[in-house]
């Protein structure tokens, strides 16, 4: 094998790679070898087949795959003796077009390698994290917004009629065309008029209904009604009125607490106080982390693979295009070129994806199978009743599986990261907090996570 540098400019690589006809045609023979003791064929005792037999009968479906296996073979070497890590796959092509058996083979192979990422002292990088401490006020806010949720609904006087937002506990039957349909019929069941439970216009017919009397509403399914059978088709629904009921406050107390499983009310406030700076928390180490990615790429500058500056620009610039215009849908849409500026944001990404990709693995950083398991078991619970569908699925794609790798690593390196710096700790208000958070969302894009680069490398 003669491999040949042919480009060697910054980061872009090409080189010639020769391999031998003999080099080809041993590998040939040698899987033959290999292969011969278990072929049998007719008038030969198994493993007795001539090797030139075998080589004419089976040569040419081996040669390919000896020519696969030994530029792969010469590639591995290459980036061995070399040290050199492509920053995409590697373009390789066959440049003898007119080979014939018996030819060298002549392969040219072009890359641009990842650039030598520069040493960043982390134990001297300053950053300050917020802590905010849940005030009483937001607890009892906490406590009011449980209560209306566990509204109660007491018995109006009798004869008075039912208002948006009282409950009405009814029974009712449903037919199309005269004839009853399944699910159309139910006993005693409670439904708060305004709250959107059944069907568009079948609500607000119940109001000004009146306990103890008959109330017959026509309505029609929507065409896009789940079940098909119902579909755009007109009902009519007898429905008797058992018990209209005004909605009452519900009183912040032991029972109350009891209702959400806390023991009594201050056991249900230690809950409530924890659960919020908890959120709290997480909101504080989004913002920290920004800082954090804010200090590093202002600490290294380094050469940047041009394809990879290129490919994460396109992306930048078609989701962009997509979040201005979504009701397009897939990719049937001209094509998005990308600016000056969405070249700058993917430069600051790509920059810190290979940081920190560098950084974790030099810490040796791994994000467990367990890690996996969960966070795939996560995204799962989004598809009730197809959660077995999508665990296979993400099992079966290795790049599903690396989109949900990828930000579990970034994480653990900024972790590891958050350890060697120097953190001090501001207490602040939840309003100081919040308007970090709105100063972070504004500049979601520029900020966003480079765990893609991170993971090319």
Same mark, same amino acid.
């Given at each position: 094998?003669?491999?040949? $540098? ?17 080099? %080809? ?52 070497? @290459? ?17 003898? $077009? ?130 098909? @059978? ?10 008797? %009125? ?9 009183? %912040? ?25 908890? $959120? ?55 094509? %998005?070129?990308?600016?000056?500026? @969405? ?22 950083? $791994? ?91």
């Amino acid at each position: 094998m003669q491999v040949t $540098e042919t480009v060697n400019d910054g980061l872009k690589r090409s080189y010639e790679i020769t391999l031998s006809a003999t080099e %080809i045609e041993d590998k040939v023979t040698q899987k033959l070898t290999e292969a011969q003791p278990e072929i049998e064929m007719k008038g030969f005792r198994k493993g007795k087949v001539p090797l030139a037999l075998l080589k004419k009968q089976f040569g040419q479906r081996l040669m390919g795959e000896a020519m696969q296996e030994s530029i792969d073979g010469a590639m591995s070497k @290459h980036f061995e003796d070399s040290g050199d890590r492509p920053a995409m796959q590697p373009e390789v092509k066959m440049t003898n $077009e007119d080979w014939k058996e018996g030819d060298d083979v002549q392969v040219s192979m072009s890359y641009e390698a990842l650039p030598e990422i520069p040493e960043v002292a982390l134990s001297e990088l300053t950053l300050e994290k917020l802590v905010v401490k849940a005030a009483d006020e937001d607890v009892d806010d906490a406590l009011t917004n449980l209560a209306a949720q566990s509204k109660n609904f007491e018995p109006r006087t009798e004869g008075e009629a039912a208002a948006t937002g009282d409950q009405v506990v009814f029974d009712f039957k449903g037919s199309i065309d005269g004839e009853p349909f399944d699910g159309g019929a139910a006993e005693d069941f409670p439904l708060e008029l305004g709250s959107g439970q059944f069907i568009p216009g079948f609500e607000e017919q119940l109001v000004g209904a009146v306990a103890g009397t008959d109330v017959t509403v026509k309505v029609s399914f929507p065409e896009d009604y789940q079940a098909p @059978h119902l579909a755009g088709k007109e009902a009519e629904f007898a429905c008797t %009125i058992k018990e209209v009921k005004a909605p009452a406050e519900a009183t %912040i107390d032991d029972e109350l607490a009891k209702r959400f499983g806390a023991e009594d009310l201050d056991t249900l406030k230690g809950q409530i106080r924890e659960r919020l700076e908890t $959120e709290y928390a997480g909101a504080a180490r989004q913002v920290l982390k920004r800082k954090l990615l804010d200090a590093l790429d202002e600490a290294v500058s380094f050469e940047l693979p041009p394809t990879l500056v290129e490919a994460e620009a396109k992306q930048i610039a078609h989701q962009l295009w997509h979040e201005e215009n979504p009701d397009v849908e897939g990719h049937d849409h001209p094509e %998005i070129e990308a600016t000056d500026e @969405h070249t700058g944001l993917a430069e600051r990404r790509v920059r810190l994806g290979l940081l920190l990709a560098e950084l974790g693995q030099k810490s040796e950083v $791994e994000v467990s199978d367990a890690e996996m398991t969960q966070a795939v078991m996560t995204q799962a619970r989004q598809y009730p009743g197809q959660e077995k569908q999508f665990f296979e699925f993400v099992q079966q794609n290795p790049q599903m599986m690396q989109q949900i790798r990828a930000p579990l690593f970034e994480d653990k390196v900024v972790d590891y990261i958050f350890e060697l710096a120097q953190i001090t700790e501001t207490e602040v208000g939840k309003d100081d907090l919040q308007k970090a958070v709105e100063a972070l969302e504004e500049e979601e894009t520029k900020a966003a996570a480079p765990a893609d680069a991170a993971a090319e490398a």
